[in-house]
């Protein structure tokens, strides 16, 4: 999976902040930390946490915005786990609370 476009620039200086995030057009700015190039579908997909066996299917429009949009997997998987934790404590809860009977005369 390739496309990445050859570039003249300044390599990558770990005391800057980075450019920009990676967006539906590949994080317009975003070099390869040789700022020889501008990165491959590839190194986008896999800064996202996709495996470097996944396939995407489409033209490179189509495989910039799939990344793009996606919710990188380590995250998503972090942040389910903690969902599931927190509603198993709200169950615990719950199941702690005693159900009052209010009789109105």
């Known amino acids: 999976m390739g496309h990445s476009i050859p570039r003249n620039e300044q390599p990558y200086d770990p005391n800057q902040h980075l450019r920009n995030c990676i967006t539906t057009n ?7 930390p ?19 066996w996944y396939q995407f299917v489409g033209g490179v429009t189509a495989v910039l915005r799939l990344i793009g ?7 998503a998987q972090k942040l389910f786990s903690e969902i599931k ?21």
Do not use: I, R, Y
């Open 26 to 32: 590949g994080g317009a700015g975003n070099l390869h």
């Open 34 to 52: 040789s700022g020889k190039s501008t990165f491959s579908l590839q190194q986008l997909a896999c800064l996202l946490g996709f495996p470097v």
């Open 69 to 75: 949009n996606a919710v990188p997997p380590t995250f």
């Open 85 to 105: 934790k927190s509603l198993h404590e709200s169950d615990k809860e719950m199941e702690a609370w005693s159900l009052e009977v209010l009789v109105v005369d």
